[in-house]
């Protein structure tokens, strides 16, 4: 099922936007690059989750879980020493609704298009392997994030108090994907 934009009936489907280029140098003088995890990330994601997330990232043990289920749907940015950000997606078992389960960019590295970068690459691949449409939830007063999502063509559907807990509420955002 595809969420309607308000007072339209019909959903909102957007083409995905082209990677922007890197706009910072890696160590070895290489643009940053967006790929796929591996096993041996693991440990660079959860240092990661846990400087962004804070009392919020995920435990070790999830990650591993999310890493052996979603693998497909996991992809970092690499400045060919540390891992920048990354990008994790899940797919419901219908295979047409997918969610974003994380977006997280070093601190220091944020404003650089790396989050735009990550999002385009886990859309295409969902939008790939058939997904219709993917959803994700958001803190309300993450206006960076929501504006990101806004700029991908996402929709605010609902905010939902107590999302993940009392005083943790989500905005919920939904883009219908283009075949």
């Known amino acids: ?5 308000p007072g339209t009936g019909s959903p909102r489907i957007v083409p995905l936007p082209a990677p922007s280029p890197a706009l910072r140098l890696a160590a070895d003088d290489l643009p940053p690059r967006v790929r796929g995890v ?13 400087e962004v ?14 890493y052996d289920l979603y693998r ?10 540390t891992l920048r950000g990354y990008v994790l997606a899940g797919v419901a078992s219908d295979g047409a609704r997918g969610w974003i389960l994380g977006l997280a960019i070093d601190r220091n590295w944020r404003r650089h298009g790396f ?3 990550l999002m385009a690459e886990s859309l295409r691949s969902l939008r790939l392997r058939g997904v219709r449409e993917v959803w994700l939830t958001v803190e ?39 075949g």
Do not use: C, K, W
């Not at 099922?1 to 934009?5: A, E, F, G, Q, Y």
């Not at 990232?57 to 879980?65: I, T």
């Open 53 to 66: 997330f804070q009392e919020n990232a995920y435990p070790y043990f999830v990650l591993r879980q999310f």
């Open 38 to 50: 591996t096993d041996a990330d693991l440990p660079e994601l959860h240092r990661l989750d846990r």
């Open 140 to 178: 309300p007063g993450n206006l960076t994030a929501i504006d990101l999502y806004v700029s991908l063509g996402f929709s605010h559907v609902d905010h939902r108090d107590d999302y993940f807990g009392p005083t943790a509420d989500r905005l919920l955002m939904v883009l219908a994907l283009d």
């Open 1 to 5: 099922m595809t969420t309607p934009l």
């Open 72 to 81: 497909d749907d996991l992809f970092v940015v690499d400045d060919g020493g």
């Open 115 to 117: 989050g735009r970068e």
